[in-house]
């Protein structure tokens, strides 16, 4: 191939961005490039259509992926959840329990949000939940918009990190790597970062008078029966954390069955809870069947995207570049983090897993960099970037339920510190990799 042409994979990529930034839908601008490129590769006689005998194959491979079937079972596990009315009772009860405390509501905030995520994995549930129920409560009492805002979208995104999440799902998926243990490599991080936002809250509360603790008369539980409350509501979701993480850690169970289990958990806590109608089931049904869809097609494009890029040898290209960066191995992880933390602005993960991350695996392969801690910081960076302004999706779930009073601009102002917190994680645990590494050994 002539050096003229040795761009073509280049700028195949970068027109697959361009369409993406413009809005198309991502399955058909992966597709619609490949064709194109496609075309064009044949026309001048440097693509091989063989390539393109591989794609059948390959489509029967990502439909018989055992992997892949945990995604339809934790969408599906969220939604349900949802459905169920967990998230408004456990903020209700941690509401009045922390209440007490400058800064209670929040702090309550960051730990259901934790346990959302170690229930559902989806962000856009948990954040508009939590946007819904505690931002007029924390505004109605005081709290500075601010700080109520920006720890709603933080503890939200949560479930990108805290097990089980479908970004570690796909991550497992595209590194080749287990999503079991993945889960247990990003259980430690997932845990830091809630502690972060929880030690963030109650300093800020403490120095600064903006966080007021509730009125005594709206701490109308008390005694006995609040303790009897926090165990009712608490109860559930942790025997279902206990259900679906345990089952993983301790091999009972792979990811796949486990979410099964965790679908039947979310939907007996459903009618427990009297939320069980044929309406509901409907409606979670038909959210899990669009989302999977989703992530379907644009597996197939980025299958047809992908073949057709290595044919133009655009895969070569790039390992080139990644793999002589100066620095090493150093270099690659400062690249790497770069790429994924702006694309995270602009973009959403799955295309981000599906079309990037193939790009990067040979060469952390290559460089002999652990996979598990890779997938870990690649999941803990997409967190961060799908919370930084001005294209953080965290963001816009926010602001698509926050009362007219709250401006964008607070929105902004209120994730800053919460995305230092962030990147002071991300950094400790590509600085110290034992963080990550530490429970999947004790399982091995």
Known sequence: MTL???WLGPLMFAGALVLLSLGYPVAFSLGGVA???GILGIGLGIFDPVFLTAMPQRIFGIMANYTLLAIPYFIFMGA???????AERLLETMGILFG???GGLALAVVLVGALLAATTGVVAATVVAMGLISLPIMLRYGYNKELATGVIAASGTLGQIIPPSVVLVVLGDQLG???GDLFLGSVIPGLMMAIAFALHVLIVAFLKPVAPALPAE??????????????????????LILLVLGSIFFGIATPTEAGAVGCAGAIALAAANRQLTLESLRQVCDATLRITSMVIFILFGSTAFSLVFRGLNGDQFMFDVLANLPGGKTGFLVVSMLVIFILGFFIDFFEIAFIVIPLFVPVAQQLGIDLIWYGVILGANLQTSFLTPPFGFA?????GVAPPEVTTADIYRGVIPFILLQLLVLVLIILFPGIVSFLPSLAG
């Open 4 to 6: 003229a042409y040795e």
């Open 35 to 37: 064709i194109a490129f």
């Open 80 to 86: 349900m959840l949802e459905k169920s009315g967990i």
């Open 100 to 102: 007490r405390l400058r």
């Open 177 to 179: 790597v287990s999503v």
């Open 218 to 239: 709206v701490r109308e539980i008390g005694g006995k029966a609040l303790t009897r409350r926090v165990i009712q509501v608490m109860m559930p979701p942790l025997i």
């Open 395 to 399: 963001l816009f779930y926010l602001r």
